[in-house]
């Protein structure tokens, strides 16, 4: 829940984009954009479809590398990087749509993200954690259920003992009450200290566990501010997003 | 006519297990990037230049048949880093076109170092022969083929399924961006994976050598049973490969058997009754072309 104080930030926060612009081709689809995210901090970044969510994210792990502007990640500038380097500097990445290796395993799955970054999360841990998939360890993952895809998803990446998790889009196609464990799940993970930078079109559903927020629209930011504020704002959610929110 | 009908279907398999690793190489290389590696065939043909040279210098045919596919996966990555690596980004056509001219230029430098004929390469005298099997004799050199290009098969099997490169490997041909996401280089993938194919290339390049001749072209001769094969086994699967080819060599063993004339066309009969019946391939699932 977002009752507790932000975390305060610190003299650097662990990531921090400045003035970032992003095309595809020659599509422009980030504009300007900064925004930074705390030590052990919950950062939801909310818009609509199409508003530059998930472009931030494969801009912040050299997916999809920035024509302009700066992205710094633990005191380091990794702008233009390799994505393999990022993620081993502690980036997890928990993509829009799970992207499973589906004719792998579970268990493979999550010893693909052995990336020899040492931590408290081994493949172990995670099972335990999340012993569902403890038992579907020797299955396709392309036969999991969408709920369960996103939680070894999320499992693949917390083997890697990532500082920041970036978490796109977790509650997409699922039932509710599988949309609750998931939250449920990164609450948990929040108590942990893991930063987490999570997009999501369901912007209240966010907002329970975020400390702040961004919008995006159009590829700008267009507002920044704590998390209970905007959540408490209906009024303000309807006019940057452009959605009847459900109460 | 009937007694030779064993001897023959051994013979198709040995031509068989050709075809598949010559396949399985290309389809590694197809499938992690879509490069259609034209060259394949020149490859081989390098490695059993390579394997020749060796033993015409005095070096044993056992040290030749690992060392030339070893430099040959030299060649082969940095032909990779440096040519074909700045294609990855472009629509296949680019590399195939790369590679067609790779092999086009390598074709002429054979000219230019071995000389235009074929030369003398034949396995030492312990592979000499024939073995007694019993119900027939089989020339020795022909079993020994089979052996190692069965164990190499299966070595890459081994490779490919009980290791963590090979587990990377096997992810990156399903989803290259998610696997850096991981943390793994994927260029360090591309180069390995493109150096396994042509290791491949250059075990079938030397004992092809010995088995069918040696001469600038002899490689190529390979190449174009090895997409069939690839096309019958299924793309993207290597075990489709290994099926492929086992039937492709028998079809071709079989008609060469009996309607002589019609040898060099029996696999692509064979490929357009699969194609018929499984427009994917025997073994093929998505594909890479959707």
Request: with cysteine.
């Amino acid at each position: 829940m977002s009752d507790g104080p932000a975390a305060v930030p610190s003299a650097e926060p662990l990531l921090a984009l400045d003035g970032v612009c992003t095309n595809y081709g020659k599509i422009r689809i980030l504009r300007d954009v900064s925004l930074t995210v705390g030590e052990g901090e919950v950062v939801a970044l909310l818009g609509l479809n199409g508003a530059g969510k998930t472009t931030t994210m494969r801009s912040i792990l050299g997916l999809t590398p920035p024509r302009a502007g700066t992205v710094r990640y633990a005191g380091q500038n990794v702008t233009g990087w390799p994505a393999y380097k990022i993620a081993r500097l502690g980036v997890g990445y928990v993509p829009e749509g799970r992207r499973m290796f589906k004719d792998l395993s579970t268990l493979e799955n999550l010893q693909l993200a052995e990336n020899g970054r040492s931590g408290a999360w081994t493949i172990q841990r995670v099972f335990e954690h999340l012993p569902k998939l403890s038992e579907l360890r020797a299955r396709k993952s392309g036969r999991l259920s969408g709920g369960e895809q996103e939680m070894l998803s999320i499992g693949r990446a917390l083997v890697a003992n990532p500082r920041l998790l970036l978490v796109d889009e977790p509650s997409q196609g699922l039932a509710p009450l599988v949309v609750e464990e998931v939250y449920r799940i990164l609450a948990e993970l929040k108590k942990t200290g893991v930063a987490i930078l999570l997009v999501e079109q369901n912007a209240l559903l966010a907002l329970r566990i975020a400390d702040r927020a961004y919008v995006l629209d159009g590829g700008r930011v267009v507002h920044a501010g704590p998390a209970a504020e905007l959540a408490a704002d209906r009024d303000r959610i309807r006019m940057l997003m452009g959605l009847e929110v459900a109460t | 006519m009937i007694e030779h009908i064993g001897p023959q279907l051994f013979n198709g398999l040995v031509l068989g297990a050709f075809y598949a690793i010559v396949a399985i190489g290309l389809s590694l290389i197809m499938n992690l990037t879509g490069t259609i590696n034209m060259a394949h065939g020149s490859f081989m043909t390098l490695a059993g230049y390579l394997a020749f040279t060796l033993v015409s210098r005095g070096t044993p045919f056992w040290f030749a048949l690992i060392a030339a596919p070893l430099i040959l996966v030299v060649v082969g990555v940095v032909v990779e880093r440096t040519l074909v690596r700045p294609l990855y980004k472009r629509e296949p056509f680019y590399s195939l076109l790369m590679t067609f001219g790779l092999s086009l230029m390598a074709e002429e430098i054979y000219r230019l170092i071995w000389g235009p004929n074929g030369v003398p390469f034949s396995p030492p005298k312990a592979l000499a022969g024939a073995a007694h099997l019993g119900f027939m004799s089989f020339p020795t050199f022909r079993i020994f083929i089979a052996v190692v290009l069965v164990v190499a098969i299966a070595a890459l099997a081994l490779f490919l399924t009980r290791t963590r490169f090979g587990l990377r490997l096997r992810a990156a041909v399903q989803d290259t961006e998610m696997i850096a996401a991981l943390g793994t280089n994927t260029q360090v993938i591309y180069a390995v994976n493109f150096g396994l194919g042509i290791f491949l290339a250059g075990i079938a390049g030397v004992l092809a050598a010995g088995m069918l001749g040696l001469s600038p072209t002899s490689g190529n001769a390979l190449l174009m049973p090895a997409f069939v094969t690839v096309i019958i086994g299924g793309m993207g699967s290597l075990f489709g490969s290994v099926v492929g080819g086992v039937l492709i060599g028998m079809a071709i063993s079989l008609t060469t058997l009996f309607i002589p004339a019609a040898s060099e066309v029996s696999m692509y009969v064979l490929m357009a009754v699969v194609l018929l019946v499984r427009p994917r391939g025997l073994f093929g699932e998505e594909g890479i072309f959707g």
